[in-house]
């Protein structure tokens, strides 16, 4: 199996940074997918950051210019640095973890992010 721990978020100022981790654990193999979504309050879970399988990047349209997604293989933990946070960019985000071979899903338990005006 695998587990992801989420760690980062919290408060900031709308124009201010955030950054956000995930750390995979367990058997993880390639190729795999991972990267962050995010959900509001009566809203469905949409896409911010991901690596593909193929190892490129996918954005969100409305982070795009403003977040940045990185990984470390070897500690199988990827980042979201979050600049010039908006009001709008508030909800809880969650890591995604997918692996093709096996095609296993799993998804964190999410870090809250809250911008203020």
């Known amino acids: 199996q695998v587990h992801l721990v989420e760690s980062g978020g919290g408060l900031v100022q709308a124009g201010g940074s955030l950054r956000v981790s995930c750390a995979a654990s367990g058997v993880i193999l390639k190729p795999n997918v991972m990267g962050w979504y995010r959900q509001s309050p009566g809203k469905q879970r949409d896409l911010v950051a991901i690596?593909?399988?193929?190892?490129?990047?996918a954005y969100g349209d409305s982070v795009k210019g403003r977040f940045t997604i990185s990984r470390d293989d070897a500690s199988n933990t990827v980042w979201l640095e979050m600049n010039s946070l908006r009001p709008d960019d508030a909800g809880t985000y969650y890591c995604?973890?997918?692996?093709?071979?096996?095609?296993?899903?799993?998804w964190g338990q999410g870090t809250q992010v809250t911008v203020s005006s």
């Open positions: 995604y973890f997918k692996e093709i071979i096996r095609n296993l899903e799993v």
């Open positions: 690596f593909t399988s193929t190892d490129s990047t």
